[in-house]
């Protein structure tokens, strides 16, 4: 449900690990600044700087204890403190929120993967959130055995950096991203006015070039005001 009492414009970026969200994400964040629009740039989970904190337990390969529910609860506080202290204040400022990732990810990970209740999770979802939520979803559609290539790719990379290990979720067996993988295509078939699927396994040129077909219109339809670039 859109919160249609505030000026500001929520867009989000959902898809598998490894799909390329990062890369996609600065691009358009970039090319919104260089136009001249106030963006703020989130994360779920992170963000803010207790989702930080969230995000490290949530995702340390090292908690295989971390229970489903807990996790869910914890994706969910991650959540709230992003929606409340930045950005519901940054929507009703009139400002371009862009998140990488928000409850689309939950329904496909927490719901299909581990398989939990939907109706909890949009009952939690209301909860943390409110009426704050996308108006538009990039979702970046990647074949989920390349996508995961990437990601494990990544993880060593992190690891040889001596970066905190983010493993958790990605280590988790083929079914459960396969699980992952079909509940974003129905939530796609759901709400297709509001997910643009787009095929990530294009150059990344024409990935940034759909995407940003996708939220020029948007942009204008909301006659957002130019502010300050705000880096
Ligand atoms: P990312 O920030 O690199 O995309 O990684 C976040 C990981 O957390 C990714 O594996 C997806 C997972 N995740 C969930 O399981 N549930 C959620 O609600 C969110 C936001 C992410």
Not at 117 to 140: E, M
Not at 149 to 174: K, L, S, V, W, Y
Not at 182 to 211: F, K, M, S, T, W
Request: charged share 25%; aromatic share 6%.
């Amino acid at each position: 449900m859109t919160d249609v009492r505030r000026p500001g414009l929520f867009l989000s970026f959902e898809g598998m690990d490894g799909s390329g969200k990062t890369t996609q994400m600065s691009l358009l964040i970039d090319r919104l600044r260089q136009e001249g629009y106030d963006v703020l740039e989130t994360a779920e989970p992170g963000g803010t700087p207790i989702g930080r904190q969230i995000r490290r337990i949530l995702l340390d390969g090292a908690n295989q204890e971390l229970s489903s529910r807990a996790e869910l609860l914890l994706y969910f506080a991650c959540r709230a403190q992003n929606v409340d202290e930045w950005i519901r204040p940054a929507l009703t400022a009139g400002r371009i929120v862009v998140s990488d990732r928000f409850t689309d990810s939950t329904l496909a990970y927490q719901g299909a993967g581990r398989g939990l209740p939907l109706d909890t999770i949009h009952a939690l979802h209301r909860f943390a959130c409110g009426p704050t939520a996308p108006d538009l979803t990039i979702y970046l559609d990647i074949d989920r055995a390349i996508g995961l290539a990437r990601a494990h790719a990544r993880n060593a990379e992190r690891a040889a950096a001596a970066q905190p290990d983010e493993t958790r979720i990605d280590d988790e067996a083929p079914e459960f991203h396969d699980r992952v993988h079909q509940a974003y295509a129905a939530l796609c078939d759901n709400e297709p006015n509001r997910i643009r699927r787009i095929d990530a396994a294009q150059d990344i040129g024409q990935v940034h070039a759909d995407i940003w077909d996708a939220v020029a219109s948007r942009v204008a339809a909301h006659a957002l005001r130019k502010g300050p670039a705000h880096v």
